[in-house]
């Protein structure tokens, strides 16, 4: 797997186009709401401020970014939203996690298994593909400094690894240590084109054909799921398709 189209996956993932770039605002724009719920504070609310630094780096405007947070006082009102996660697979045995935010579960539930039966998979047990997974915490970067500055920056920050691509670095956390070093790299000036904790793939699998088409229809159909705020998966999607 080539680190460009590594770094493209993300950002076929986030999405170029006006209408995908809309529809990442509005879900980000929920997780802003609900980690704002009891604390608007991004000072003394770790989540919060994650979740900021997430939207920063997805170019959400200022101004959306403090309209969700307003909103977590006002509209969301007494409406409890839950943070659920589904497993299962996708065409030719794919793996397959899908993390909602939700204010019904029954509804979300049944969302996720129609649009993956439909395309072609189907829902798993809770463990059943998330072992193929590491929870990591990743900071992307622009190539402004030298591999050993960043390396040094990083691992005073205290990251686990940084991760050289062709055109940006990889900065990887633990998940508990994310805030610290996110907050450590942002009072050192370092602006990010990613910053999230994320599900990576141990592997990847490459599927062709009537599978491929499937398994991309179904990534379509989650990700304009309201509900669904991110799909990962193991599969390496054509370069081509990537760069669109």
Known sequence: MSGH????????????????????????????????????????????????????????????????????????????????TYEGYGAGGAAVIVTTLTDNNNRTASDVRSIMSKCGGSLGTTGSVSYMFDNRGLIVVEK????????????????DDVVTQEDVYEIYTDPASFSGVRTFLEEKGLEFLQAEITMIPQNKITLDGEKLELFKKMLDKLEENDDVQDVYHNVELPEEEEEE
């Open 144 to 159: 402004t400094l030298s591999e050993d500055e960043i390396m040094d920056l990083a691992l005073e920050a205290g990251a």
């Open 5 to 84: 189209s590594k770094w493209h996956n993300i950002q076929a993932k986030k999405g170029k186009a006006d209408a995908a770039r809309g529809k990442l605002f509005t879900k980000i724009g929920r997780e802003l709401a609900v980690a704002a719920k009891g604390n608007p504070n991004p000072a003394t609310n770790s989540k919060l401020a994650d979740i900021i630094a997430k939207a920063k780096a997805a170019n959400m405007p200022n101004d959306n970014i403090e309209r969700s947070i307003k909103k977590a006082a006002g509209e969301l009102g007494d409406k409890e939203y839950k943070e659920l």
